[in-house]
């Protein structure tokens, strides 16, 4: 069946550097993508979306990059600050009824 | 101030008890969802509702029920028959099932049953 999934469970780096989380999904007809933030104990917050007719997206400090050929979504932080240390999911739209498609999680540490 | 709401923040039942969890929203939002959470786990979707009064199971139904009798909230019972209640319950909102619209969470309810 059609999923969602990230390459990398856990992502540690250094404040202040650069951060890529990415995310593989199946499904060529979704048609729409949304990167959240969840840090502990509470609900998922909207970072960043892009639609299927997109290949790059940015947002204050974040980037989505969208790779139709490949299936594959990614999100850039610049500047990874203390504050970003969360739980990172990516969600797709397959347009089969209704549902978001959650990815399984990235967590991201940033190191002072 | 819009949004979703859940009540409680915390919960806890003794095994056997059915508990209510609360979700309310005034974004006047057609779609409401539940989902639960694991420790280190992804969101499994429980239920979902597109419009009043009607709803459907998602992927891990067994043991939960749901009712949407009005368009702004979307409470879920755990009932008895659930084997492992204990998790973190999310409920969700959307402008509509179908379309390129975002999902918003609420705050989450932690319900600890022993």
Redesign the interface.
Known sequence: GESVGLHLPTLSVQEGDNSIINCAYSNSAS??F?W?KQES??????II?I?SNMDKRQGQRVTVLLNKTVKHLSLQIAATQPGDSAVY?C?E?N?Q????I????TELSVKP | DGG?T?SPKYLFRKEGQNVTLSCEQNLNHD?M?WYRQDPG???R?IY?S?IVNDF?K?DIAEGYSVSREKKESFPLTVTSAQKNPTA?Y?C?S?R???G?Y???????T?LTVT
């Not at chain 2, 975002?102 to 989450?108: D, K, M, T, V, W």
């Open positions: 048609d729409y949304i959240y104990g509470k609900g998922p917050q909207f979306d639609r999911f969600a739209n347009n009824g209704g549902k978001l959650f990815g399984q999680g | 979703i859940q779609a969802y786990q992804g969101l979707l979902y597109q459907q998602g973190f999310l969700a959307r509509g099932l179908a390129l975002e999902q918003y969470f609420g705050p989450g932690r």
